[in-house]
């Protein structure tokens, strides 16, 4: 397994930008997926997929974000990126970074987050309206 550390996370205003770097350490890191779960509501609620990406480079992104998030990764790094663009307030949350290796399409990925073993602490960002 890999382990995972958020960062990039803050407060920003609405319309504003961001980029979140996920970083690894351990395993062989060009063989894992990569997921960005946020957590909006604390503990309780659910972790929803917003963006994934695959090792062989496809992605997917929920309607919600598309068109404003861009996922990317820099293997020589160990690092993910999620850059967000036209912030909103629906965007507060706390945001996660999970990697596996890749057992379905990228789209499903993005929901079966039962499957992910490795998980970073994640990074809180705020969108002031």
């Known amino acids: 397994e890999v382990q995972l550390v958020e960062s990039g996370g803050g407060s920003v205003q609405a319309g504003g930008s961001l980029r979140l770097a996920c970083v690894a350490s351990?395993?062989?890191?060009?063989?894992?997926?990569i997921g960005w779960f946020r957590q909006p509501q604390g503990e309780e609620e659910e972790r929803l997929g917003i963006s994934c990406l695959s090792t062989d480079g496809s992605t997917w992104y929920s309607n919600s974000v598309k068109g404003r998030l861009t996922i990317s990764r820099d293997n020589a790094k160990n690092t993910v990126y999620l850059q967000m663009n036209n912030l909103n307030a629906d965007d507060t949350s706390v945001y996660y970074c999970a990697a596996e290796l890749p057992f379905t399409t990228v789209h499903s990925m993005c929901v079966m987050t039962w499957r992910y073993n490795s998980w970073g602490p994640g990074t809180q960002v705020t969108v002031s309206s």
């Open positions: 351990g395993g062989n890191w060009e063989d894992y997926a």
